[in-house]
């Protein structure tokens, strides 16, 4: 994902990077694992993405080995403009036909898709998708990849997650086709990913019109799926103030787990923003309803990128506070109800001289091999603490 600029976070007390990196060490190396309640195999997820799906990239083992690391989610973009990018069965050129099926009326490719989703059920692991990007026939601007869905694009999209349910949801089509996969069916959908924020959504400011677009994907999803979870879009930036008003617009009823994003360069500010996400969502009556990071990351870039986002660190430092951050979230997992947490990302190519995203990544893909990180290294053992540690009593 590309998360746009985090606007505005908590003030909190300068502390030289020298001083910051001293004090986590020294709380890595003083807080035993039995602090950390134990926390169930879902609960740590991962983004998959970028050259990960790559041809270059052995992407069966790379999702085998986030399974043996530790991680037992996985999300993934499902893109809407690659399943669908033609509005009809005419538009489709000849030599394509015969990758599309019907579906509704919209002429639909399941094969990225269906990959991503046999990829994950192979492993065991739980699959968050997350449902973006409109094609150009169904954009309010059909040049822009980031537009949000135009006015008939919104009925468009939720006839999208009609299909997806019915192909992926319980009883899918999907399973049916692959009988040689255990049937693991997809219960929870995340509508959008960042409609706060200008990479994911042109049109800012985007909530009012995001709420637009939620409700009418609820109820298809819930109609295909009673027991399906609609996760809202993973706000970031200022996100408990436009979580706060999602709720104004109305959006509350059309939702079952709220998403944030909490990027900031310190991990205290990380809790900081889950816990006002989850003030306003008590204010609104919502206070025991789930809540997920959806994206959590600190990327490597610092020095790297000439575009910044002001929570860019060393490659040392991306360790540092993912181990801090996992053990902090884990001990304050039940006070917030976050039922879980994705790190963004999986994969990256570390070589983007603009974008400090592309330094995300636990491993790196470059000169045609893949290599970890210190992140890498750092998580797995985190992830074995969390996971054996004795329950609290």
Do not use: C
């Amino acid at each position: 994902m590309r998360p746009a600029p985090p606007g505005t976070l908590p003030a909190v007390r300068p502390v030289s990077p020298a001083r910051l990196a001293l004090l986590l060490a020294l709380a890595v190396l003083l807080l035993p694992a039995s602090a950390s309640a134990r926390v169930p195999a879902p609960w740590l997820g991962v983004q998959a993405d970028g050259p990960l799906f790559g041809e270059a990239v052995d992407t069966r083992s790379e999702v085998g080995l986030m399974k043996r690391s530790g991680f037992g989610s996985m999300r993934v973009a499902l893109y809407w403009d690659v399943a669908q990018p033609y509005a009809t069965a005419a538009e489709v050129p000849p030599e394509q036909a015969g990758a599309f099926t019907d579906e509704g009326g919209t002429p639909t490719d399941w094969s990225a898709l269906d990959l991503r989703v046999g990829l994950a059920t192979e492993q065991g692991l739980r699959l968050l998708p997350v449902v973006q990007r409109a094609p150009g026939w169904a954009r309010r601007h059909p040049d822009l990849d980031n537009s949000p869905p135009s006015a008939s694009g919104v009925g468009a999209y939720a006839r999208f997650f009609t299909a997806l349910v019915h192909r992926y949801g319980p009883g899918g089509a999907f399973w049916a086709a692959h009988p040689e996969l255990p049937a693991r069916p997809i219960r929870r959908w995340q509508v959008w990913n960042e409609p706060d924020g200008e990479r994911d959504w042109s049109d800012q400011p985007g909530v009012a019109d995001y709420v637009k677009l939620l409700k009418p994907s609820y109820r298809a999803i819930k109609a295909a799926d009673p027991g399906a979870q609609v996760v809202l879009a993973g706000l970031v930036g200022r996100s408990w103030s436009h979580l706060d008003e999602v709720y104004r617009r109305g959006g509350g009823r059309f939702f079952d787990v709220a998403a944030i994003h909490p990027f900031s360069l310190y991990v205290r500010n990380v809790l900081l923003i889950l816990r006002r996400s989850r003030d306003v969502m008590r204010r609104h009556g919502d206070a025991r309803k789930p809540l997920l990071a959806t994206e959590l990351s600190w990327p490597s870039a610092k020095g790297k990128t000439t575009v910044r986002y002001g929570f860019e660190v060393s490659e040392a430092g991306q360790a540092e506070r993912l181990r801090a951050s996992l053990r902090a979230l884990a001990r304050a997992r039940r006070r917030l109800g976050l039922t879980g947490i994705f790190w963004s990302t999986w994969m990256s190519y570390d070589r983007d001289p603009t974008y400090a995203f592309d330094y995300a990544g636990l491993r790196r893909f470059a000169g045609g091999t893949v290599k970890s990180k210190p992140a890498f290294f750092a998580f797995r053992r985190v992830a074995h603490q969390l996971r054996a540690a004795p329950r609290r009593r």
